[in-house]
């Protein structure tokens, strides 16, 4: 099953150019069952990734842009009444995918993008007084326009937390962008993607992320990570959620990596980008400085 | 960063130019002049290219200048002594290596040179205050080598500064107490320093020079009770050769003083020690009859004690007299003490006219005494200058005089009645000082007073009691008329604060003379002495601290271990790799910086990624056959190891 992931990952590296390492984060964190925020430009490929995603991975995909008015039963769906049947009938929303693409989600209201964030904790969606579970897996990608431009309304920290990855994409360098303009449309070689991993293998493999061994040693220094967090006015401190999921950050990491067990590299690998938005909610996703600071002012004695 | 580099190095070659400058004040004695004008312009040219941010002066032209200099000091071998040709050499050393410095080994070179020097300087000073100035460029040099390797950023950490110094405090104490007194490897050099305090010549106005000099001359401790002032005339030298103008100690003496009295039976019934200041003389002091002494000093026949050598340092020793007068050593010493010069005719008329008037000699002495204190002879400071026949002038014209004055008459009319006698040079009464209990005399207190033969014995008389009995019960102040005080005392001298400064730091210095240089082999003996009597008690407490120690220790040990998890794959490593892994960035996890050093050195790229691997395994997975392996890895690829350590440690 691994080599499929390997050639999912393959596929997509065709589809976006020179973003590798961005690529098999996105992987890692669609096998740590996680959500993966994408803070970039408009136009940086964010929407692409997203589709290639769902379509590689044989997903049912679905998008929805944000607006400000967007309202929670645009996104989680309603009943109406059908005048046949002389009934209500649920008619789901767009939430009711594999992989939901939530654009601009920053552009929506609180109240959407609380609506949405229940989904994404919960796996369930609660329409007049009756629970939907979604469908499994159930994998948001949602993007945002970095937070200086107009019109959007941030992410409260609560909500960010849902979030197992931040993405930046960036801009391609110089080769990859020249390839990119040489070929026709980026489009059509996401139709050209197929299927490389069906849906069950996607289970198998994220019911094997858990299994990834962890010492004890490892655990430690990572509660050191997180635990130097705790006592500073410089930064918001992590929670037990956060060190959570840098662990299963880190075990998806490693199995990607083919290894089964976890090494202090594979933290160090993914705690910028597990880190970075819960200890500061409005910083940059180009850039993160804090848990950088963190990795360097913690020593790691193994 | 770089202007910071750039400032550090500034700071330091300051530093180590401040030092040198201090270290060529100190070492004075050791170089000419000329040379030490030479160096002062080395200096002060490193100084001006460090301000102006020049580089230095280039090394041929360097060498050049150390090499002619050298040679002159060399030249100069004989004339300077092995030990100051030493310390010349270091010295320009260590200039010629600042003056061209460039590389970081050779700023520690430097830096330990500059210690030596430091160290050197004890040789030539014993002073307090010197010493603690010593102490202070020691300390700018520990800084300077402090800041040498410490990164630029950081700055000195006060607490632990001092914290170090208090751990180090007890043991430091410890050598200075324990540590055997070894004698010196080298011979010090006599020094080329004019001598103070009394001269072999009692010139007419030398005693009144002296007085005005507020320095210390020796300081004593009483076993017992202060004596009486009365009795305070500390004997120094014997004036017998007499020119009709000054008073000379006899060549026969000067070459006999290194004699050993025989031991008299007299009881001693005084002891003290004396604390002698440098005076760059061999002549030191004793009260009376000095019976014993300790062994660095001799007693001559005649009662003097005089050191085998120069005082060039504080010279401490112990004394014990009787307070009985000197006894005639010999037939010949009584004729060297009749010999009268010609001239003085009044003189003469009037000592014959005692003579017959008073055939006893004490009568006379007694009739001498009545006469300077009936007639109007007055005490002065500023005698009036006497002409050819100065004891006529003196005694029967102008009526004023010094104590070498009295002295001087009083001997001759003595001489010329037929007694012998003589002039006694030394100090009168002293300082006391009842909280520190010592007795400070300064050249201030130098006298003059005359002996005579009587019963064959000397007989002591001053004729200063008899005119200004102040000057011997109270002090010379109060003796000399307001006007003359004036001279004694410059007005800056006179200020209260100023003499309690000067009080309080003499003082001080009393207590490191006695409790610092005077800290010698004897009283190291004794001090073992007495912790040998305490032995026992001493083991069993040290016994049981020791023990005490151990268990806190062990059980910091074992609550340390408690919470001490580092793996044991990781344990492995340490043990093997040891301070190679200490290259490692804090933040790397060992297993990337491995192989980062396989990167880094191809030669042991395939041990280290199987080192690598087996230690993820082991660590990682908590395998331990995989923990195994690495053991058996680690184990028998010592050789690799090793070599891997060095490189390591050389890049």
């Known amino acids: 099953m691994l080599t499929q992931l390997h050639n999912v990952e393959q596929s997509l590296n065709q589809v976006i150019l020179g973003k590798s390492s961005q690529i098999r984060l996105a992987l890692c964190c669609l096998l740590a069952e996680g959500h993966l925020l994408l803070e970039d430009l408009p136009g940086m490929g964010k929407t692409t990734l997203a589709h290639a995603l769902a379509n590689s991975l044989g997903l049912s995909y679905r998008r929805v842009q944000f607006t400000s008015d967007l309202l929670p039963g645009d996104l989680v769906g309603m009943s109406i009444y059908d005048a046949r049947s002389q009934q209500f009938r649920f008619q789901a929303g767009p939430v009711f995918s594999q992989v939901l693409l939530a654009d601009e989600i920053n552009r929506a209201s609180p109240k959407t993008q609380s609506a949405l964030l229940e989904a994404m904790e919960e796996k369930q969606v609660s329409v007049d007084g009756e629970t939907r579970a979604l469908p499994t897996p159930f994998f948001v990608i949602a993007t945002q326009n970095p937070l200086f431009h107009a019109g959007t309304s941030a992410l409260p920290e609560s909500q960010l937390d849902r979030f197992m990855f931040r993405l930046s994409l960036g801009f391609p360098d110089h080769q990859a962008e020249h390839q990119l303009l040489q070929r026709d449309s980026s489009t059509s070689r996401l139709e050209l993607l197929t299927e490389q991993l069906n ?104 | 960063m770089l202007t910071q580099q750039m400032q550090k190095q500034k700071q330091l070659l300051l530093s180590w130019a401040a030092i040198q400058f201090s270290l060529l004040l100190l070492l004075q004695q050791a170089f000419a002049g000329w040379v030490i004008a030479i160096f002062a312009l080395l200096l002060l040219y490193r100084l001006l290219s460090v301000f102006k941010a020049k580089a230095g002066i280039s090394l041929k032209l360097v060498n050049l200048l150390a090499g002619i200099i050298a040679i002159t000091f060399f030249l100069q071998l004989r004339q300077a002594g092995v030990l100051h040709f030493m310390l010349q050499i270091l010295l320009l050393a260590a ?387 307001e006007d003359q005080r004036a001279l004694l005392d410059p007005g800056w001298r006179q200020l209260v604060l100023l003499q309690n400064l000067r009080q309080q730091l003499m003082h001080l210095d009393y207590y490191w003379s006695v409790w610092v240089l005077g800290f010698n082999d004897n009283r190291q003996r004794e001090l073992w002495r007495t912790l040998y009597r305490y032995l026992p008690a001493m083991a069993y407490s040290a016994a049981v601290l020791f023990s005490i120690i151990i268990v806190v220790l062990l059980y910091l040990r074992l609550t340390q271990s408690g919470t001490d998890n580092t793996p044991q794959a990781t344990k492995q490593l340490h043990r093997y790799l040891g301070k190679a892994l200490a290259a490692k960035p804090l933040s790397l996890s060992v297993s990337a910086f491995l192989l980062q050093c396989a990167k880094r050195y191809p030669a042991h790229n395939a041990y280290l990624k199987q080192l690598t691997a087996l230690y993820e395994q082991a660590l990682y997975k908590e395998d331990t056959e995989a923990l195994n392996q690495l053991k058996q890895l680690l184990k028998c690829h010592k050789a690799e190891l090793g070599r891997l350590r060095r490189a390591i440690k050389n890049t």
Not at chain 1, 199 to 222: C, F, G, H, M, N
Not at chain 2, 348 to 362: D, E, G, I
Request: proline fraction near 7%; hydrophobic fraction near 45%; include cysteine.
């Open chain 2, 95 to 481: 200039t010629a290596r600042l003056l061209a410095l460039q590389h970081l080994y050779e700023a520690r070179q430097l830096v330990w040179v500059h210690y030596f020097l430091i160290a050197c300087c004890f040789i030539l000073h014993q002073d307090m205050l010197i010493a603690l100035f010593i102490l202070l460029v020691f300390a700018v040099n520990l800084y300077s080598h402090y800041r040498l390797f410490s990164p630029s950023v950081s700055r000195l950490n006060w607490l632990q500064t001092g914290r170090g110094i208090l751990i180090i405090l007890p043991l430091w104490l410890a050598i200075f107490l324990l540590f055997p007194r070894l004698p010196p490897f080298w011979q010090i050099p006599n020094v080329n320093i004019a001598s103070t305090g009394l001269n072999d010549t009692l010139d007419p106005g030398s005693i009144e020079q002296l007085v005005q000099d507020d320095s210390l001359a020796f300081r004593v401790e009483f076993d017992g009770a202060l004596p009486p002032r009365q009795q305070l005339y500390w004997r120094a030298r014997l004036y017998e050769d007499f020119d009709g103008r000054r008073w000379q100690v006899n060549a026969l003496r000067q070459n006999a003083s290194r004699q050993r009295a025989a031991d008299t039976a007299a009881d001693s019934s005084l002891s003290y020690r004396i604390i002698a200041e440098a005076s760059q003389q061999t002549g030191l002091f004793a009260l009376a009859t000095p019976v014993t002494s300790s062994s660095n000093v001799f007693i001559s026949p005649s009662g003097l004690l005089s050191s085998n050598k120069p005082v060039s340092q504080r010279l401490s020793y112990q004394v014990s007299s009787s307070l009985t007068p000197v006894v005639l050593v010999s037939e010949q010493e009584q004729q060297l003490n009749l010999r009268v010069p010609p001239g003085n005719p009044q003189t003469q008329q009037f000592a014959y006219q005692l003579k017959q008037q008073y055939p006893q000699s004490h009568e006379l002495v007694q009739a001498l005494a009545e006469h300077f204190s009936r007639q109007p002879f007055y005490y002065s400071l500023t005698p009036p200058r006497l002409g050819s026949n100065s004891i006529d002038a003196f005694l029967f014209d102008s009526h004023t005089g010094f104590c070498s004055h009295y002295a001087s008459a009083s001997a001759v009319i003595l001489r010329h009645a037929g007694i012998a006698a003589r002039v006694v040079g030394g100090y009168q009464g002293g300082n006391w000082h009842p909280q520190q209990g010592y007795l400070a005399v300064r050249q201030r207190e130098a006298h003059a007073w005359v002996e005579y033969l009587h019963n064959g014995v000397w007989q002591p008389f001053d004729p200063t009691a008899a005119v200004a009995p102040e000057r011997i019960l109270d002090s010379l102040d109060s003796a000399l008329p």
């Open chain 1, 199 to 302: 849906t069950e293998q996607l289970r198998a493999l994220q019911q094997q992320v858990p299994k990834v061994a962890a010492s004890d040693a490892l655990i430690d220094y990572l509660l050191a990570l997180v635990n130097s967090s705790r006592h500073r006015s410089d930064m918001l401190p992590l929670s037990p959620r956060a060190s959570k999921a840098i662990l299963r950050a880190a075990k998806a990491f490693a199995l990607i990596n083919q290894r089964d067990y976890v090494t202090a590299a594979d933290v160090q690998q993914v705690f910028p980008y597990v880190a970075e938005h819960r200890l500061a909610p409005s910083s940059d996703a180009q850039e993160s400085r804090l848990s950088q600071l963190l990795l360097l002012q913690t020593p790691c004695p193994i």
